[in-house]
C-alpha cells in the first residue's frame, strides 16, 4: 500500500504556505458578500450561532477529512477518490464524487466571478469619486442600472477570469503560491484599518448586537439549511478544493492544526467583516435584509460621506477583490489538475479550456440581472418562486451540492478508510487518541446525521418539533 505517492504539480514549500493558500480559499466573497448579507435577510444571531455551531462540528472535521484525502491520493480530487477507494476495496463509483465537486467548482466560479466583476467594477467607480455625498437612491439606482447593462457586467466578468486563468497556469509554487503571499497579508491590513473605523462609527454596538444577540424566532428551517449550507460554502468544503490544495501538502505537516486555524482565520475574516458592514449599514438608516446587492448599494452611502470615504471605499473594494481571486483560483484548480494528469495538456491549456467553460456558464448569471430577470425556471414551486437563474445555482451549489459532497467525504474518511491509514494521515500518537475519536465521532455520526436532518427538515418530511414533543410530551 502506497503512502508516498508524491504530487505532479509540486508542493506548498511548507505548513505557512498551505495555511496561507487555504485560508486565501477560504475567505472570499462568502465572508465579505455572502455572509452580511444572508445574516441580514435571516435575521442575525440566531443564524450566526447555527452557522458558527456547523463551522466547529460539521466545517473543522470535514476539512481535517478532505484535507487528509488529499494529500494520502496527491492528484486531482476525481483521481485520488478513484485510487483511495481502490486501495481499500470499495466501489469505484467514488470517483464520481471527484466529478460532482469538479462540476460544483465550476458552476460556482460562473456566478463568482460575476460577483467579483461587480466588486473590480466598484474600485474603479469608488477611487473616482462617484459616490461622494451619493444619496441612498443615488446609490441603488447606480447599482441597478450598472447590474441592468449586459456588457458591463460581461467586460468586468472576463477581466476577472482572466485574472484567474493567469495565476492557475502559473501552477502550484510559481502562481498559487505567490499570489497567496501577497495578497492574504494585505488583505488583514485592509480589515483592521476598517473596522478601527466601523468602530468609531457610534452605532458598532448596534452591530455586535445584530450579530450576536440571538433571537430564535427570526430563523426557519431554510434559514438552518442556509447557514450550514454557508458553513461549507464558506470554509471551500465538499467540493474538493481544500482536497486538491491537501494533495500539495507536505508530509510532515498537522492535517488536525492547519485545518484549526484556517477555520478559526476565516470565521474570524467574515465575524469582522459583519463588524465593519453592520453599524455602517444602521449608522446610515439601511437595510440589512437586502440581498446580493447589500454591500454595493449600502457602503457606497457611507463611504461617500465619511471623510477619506474614497479612500477607505476603495480599500475596501481592492480588498473584496484579492479575497475573491484567491479563493476562484482555488475553485477551478480540481478541474485543471484533471485536465493535466488525465489528458496530459499544459497547465496554461488546462487552465483556458476550463476558465472559457466557466464564463460561458458565468453568461447564465448575468444575464439573471437584467434580459432575463424576470425568467424564473421554478416559479411553480413555491420556494424557488422568486428565483433567478443565478439564485438557482446558487441554492444548488450551496445548499445541496456542497453539504452533499461534504456528507461523502465524511462518510469516506470515517467508514470506508481504514482505522490504520487515518490514524497515520492525521499522526495520532499515544497522547492525542481522544482528539483522534473526537474527529471520528464527528465524520462517522454527527457531520453526516446534521446534514441529512438539515435537509428532512427543509423538505418537511422531518419535524424536530414534533419528535421533541413525542419524546418530553
Ligand atoms: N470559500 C469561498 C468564499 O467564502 O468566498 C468560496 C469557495 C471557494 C467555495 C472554494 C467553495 C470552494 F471550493
New binding site residues.
Given amino acids: 500500500m502506497s503512502t508516498s505517492r508524491t504530487s505532479m504539480h509540486g508542493e506548498w514549500s511548507g505548513r505557512f504556505a498551505f495555511i496561507l493558500a487555504a485560508t486565501g480559499?477560504?475567505?472570499?466573497?462568502?465572508?465579505?458578500?455572502?455572509?452580511p448579507y444572508i445574516t441580514g435577510e435571516n435575521g442575525g444571531g440566531a443564524f450566526v450561532l447555527v452557522y458558527l455551531i456547523c463551522i466547529a462540528c460539521i466545517g473543522i472535521p470535514i476539512m481535517m477529512a478532505e484535507v487528509m484525502l488529499g494529500r494520502r491520493g496527491r492528484q486531482s480530487p476525481i483521481n485520488t477518490m478513484r485510487d483511495l477507494a481502490e486501495e481499500v476495496g470499495a466501489s469505484k463509483h467514488w470517483k464520481y464524487l471527484g466529478w460532482a465537486?469538479v462540476i460544483?467548482?465550476l458552476l460556482?466560479l460562473s456566478y463568482?466571478s460575476v460577483i467579483a466583476g461587480w466588486a473590480l467594477a466598484y474600485v474603479f467607480r469608488t477611487a473616482s469619486g462617484v459616490f461622494t455625498n451619493v444619496t441612498g437612491d443615488g446609490a441603488s439606482s447606480l447599482f441597478s442600472r450598472f447590474v441592468a447593462d449586459p456588457e458591463k457586467l460581461l467586460a468586468w466578468h472576463t477581466i476577472f477570469m482572466v485574472m484567474t486563468m493567469a495565476v492557475v497556469a502559473r501552477g502550484v509554487k510559481g502562481g498559487l503560491e505567490k499570489a497567496v503571499r501577497f495578497l492574504m497579508p494585505t488583505l488583514f491590513v485592509i480589515l483592521i484599518i476598517l473596522l478601527g473605523y466601523a468602530m468609531n462609527l457610534g452605532e458598532f454596538s448596534r452591530g455586535v448586537v445584530f450579530l450576536f444577540n440571538p433571537d430564535f424566532s427570526k430563523i426557519s428551517a431554510s434559514g438552518v439549511l442556509t447557514a450550514m449550507g454557508h458553513a461549507?460554502?464558506?470554509?471551500?468544503?465538499?467540493?474538493?478544493?481544500?482536497m486538491v490544495y491537501g494533495s500539495y501538502l507536505p508530509k510532515n505537516v498537522s492535517i488536525a492544526k492547519t485545518s484549526i486555524i484556517i477555520a478559526l482565520m476565516?470565521t474570524l475574516v467574515a465575524l469582522v467583516a459583519g463588524l465593519i458592514i453592520f453599524p455602517i449599514v444602521f449608522a446610515n438608516g439601511l437595510e440589512p435584509g437586502s440581498g446580493p446587492g447589500l454591500i454595493f448599494q449600502t457602503l457606497p452611502i457611507a463611504f461617500g460621506h465619511m471623510p477619506g470615504g474614497t479612500f477607505f471605499g476603495t480599500l475596501f473594494f481592492i480588498l473584496l477583490v484579492f479575497?475573491?481571486w484567491t479563493?476562484?483560483i482555488?475553485?477551478i484548480e480540481p478541474a485543471v489538475a484533471w485536465l493535466v494528469e488525465n489528458r496530459g495538456h499544459t497547465r496554461i491549456y488546462a487552465a483556458v479550456i476550463m476558465g472559457v467553460v466557466t464564463w460561458l456558464l458565468g453568461l447564465l448569471t448575468i444575464l439573471s440581472f437584467n434580459l432575463w430577470s424576470d425568467f424564473k425556471p421554478l416559479s411553480s414551486i413555491s420556494a424557488f418562486e422568486n428565483s433567478t437563474i443565478f439564485d438557482l445555482l446558487d441554492y444548488l451549489t450551496?445548499n445541496i451540492m456542497?453539504p452533499i459532497g461534504g456528507l461523502l467525504i465524511a462518510v469516506f474518511a470515517g467508514w470506508v478508510m481504514k482505522r490504520e491509514t487515518t490514524m497515520q494521515e492525521l499522526s495520532i500518537n499515544d497522547v492525542m487518541h481522544k482528539g483522534y475519536r473526537a474527529w471520528q465521532i464527528l465524520v462517522r455520526y454527527v457531520a453526516p446525521a446534521a446534514v441529512v436532518i438539515v435537509f428532512l427538515k427543509v423538505t418537511g418530511i422531518f419535524d424536530i418539533a414534533t419528535i421533541f414533543e413525542a419524546i418530553f410530551g
Wanted: charged share 5%; proline share 0%; hydrophobic share 55%.
Fill in positions: 480559499s477560504a475567505v472570499g466573497l462568502g465572508n465579505i458578500w455572502k455572509f465537486g460544483a467548482g460556482i463568482y461549507f460554502f464558506t470554509l471551500s468544503l465538499g467540493m474538493g478544493a481544500i476565516d479575497a475573491a479563493s476562484s482555488s475553485l450551496a456542497l
